[in-house]
């Protein structure tokens, strides 16, 4: 089977080729498993951060990828959960404890890091964490939503918000597109309010609906409740705890923060923006429940992601263009039909 293997850790930069396109052996269930034949994977901001050593693969080489569509080719023993030919995703959480808590377990395996993942036209799977893909959503469209729509999901749980209550988003990428979208059908009579750097994708936030967009230093016209950080920065983080009402919570929506601009932190104003009772909460991976309950409330809710495909002999293209910061939605691997 075609794969991209990942064989070395080191910067990305503009002519980097961290992966190469191999053949490799189409690997076998074991019990409990299920192969899948991959149709679509979703390139997340993860990807860099096991290539460039935040999150380091445990073993090299490996098949990166964890926003994984594919159908059922085969079944190890015992696996029953998935019929021949369903078309199932898997995304982040390959394997853990199984615990309302198996986010923080030691347990906790990741897909295309802790094991072979998506970037390959087949993949093993632990039957217990695939889901079915609702039937509204192409493979495309599905693959964002096992990543960075669930994570998405959890960080908006996490936030604590009601109805009415104004909601910011600082980055805009492909999860906020998702959280943006699933804010709006969860608390429809609250402002969502959307920090970016770019001006395209502050346009395209006013597009999704959101009731404000700004630069990461700028104000909103009302002190959110919550804010959902899902950038890979330092500042942004300083930033949204100065934006926070009091008593309001940010929610860190990123498994690595980068080192570029962590000295920022050194300047945190305990006064302007910790006191009054601020929250700072961060996202620990996702959980099965996560996913089990985001796929069908996403189909419900109408969302869409905005994608931009390529070959899976692409993959290290997508890489690059998603380190320069240029993203309009998410990207996507078209592995197969």
């Keep these: 089977m075609k794969a991209m293997l990942l064989t070395k850790l080191g910067p990305l930069g503009r002519n980097s080729e961290p992966l190469a396109l191999v053949d490799l052996p189409r690997p076998e269930p074991r019990d409990g498993e299920i192969l899948l034949r991959v149709r679509a994977c979703g390139v997340c901001h993860t990807e860099l951060d096991e290539i460039e050593g935040r999150t380091p693969p445990p073993r ?66 632990d039957e217990r964490y695939a889901y079915p893909i609702p039937q509204q959503f192409t493979d495309l469209e599905a693959a964002p939503l096992l990543c960075a729509g669930g994570v998405g999901y959890r960080a908006l749980r996490l936030c604590g918000i009601a109805n009415g209550d104004t909601l910011g988003l600082t980055g805009f990428g492909g999860s906020a597109h998702l959280v943006l979208q699933l804010a709006r059908h969860l608390y429809p ?39 959902v950080d899902t950038t890979p920065a330092w500042k942004p983080v300083l930033a949204a705890l100065r934006c926070l009402r009091p008593g309001g919570r940010l929610v860190i929506n990123a498994i690595r923060k980068e080192d570029g601009d962590r000295r920022l932190m050194a300047d945190i104003d305990y006064d302007a923006q910790l006191w009054r009772e601020k929250e700072l909460k ?11 309950e985001f796929l069908p409330l996403a189909a419900a809710a109408g969302i869409r992601a905005n994608v931009q495909s390529y070959a899976l002999g692409d993959a290290n293209k997508a890489l690059r263009e998603l380190k320069a910061g240029n993203v309009r939605g998410a990207k996507v691997l078209h592995i197969s039909s």
């Design 282 to 292: 961060t996202v620990a991976n996702v959980t099965a429940r996560d996913l089990r």
């Design 189 to 227: 009579d609250s402002e969502v309010y959307v920090f970016a750097r770019s001006a395209a994708a502050r346009a395209f936030a006013l597009e999704l609906g959101a009731a404000w967009s700004g630069g990461t230093d700028a104000r909103p016209p009302r002190a959110p409740h919550a804010i």
């Design 60 to 125: 090299l080489p490996v098949v990166p990828g964890h926003e994984v569509v594919g159908v059922v080719e085969r079944r190890g023993a015992g696996a029953t959960r998935h019929a021949l030919g369903a078309r199932v995703g898997v995304g982040w959480i390959h394997r853990s404890s199984g615990a309302d808590d198996e986010n923080l377990s030691d347990a906790f395996q990741a897909t295309g890091r802790d094991t072979d993942g998506g970037y390959a036209e087949f993949m093993i799977a």
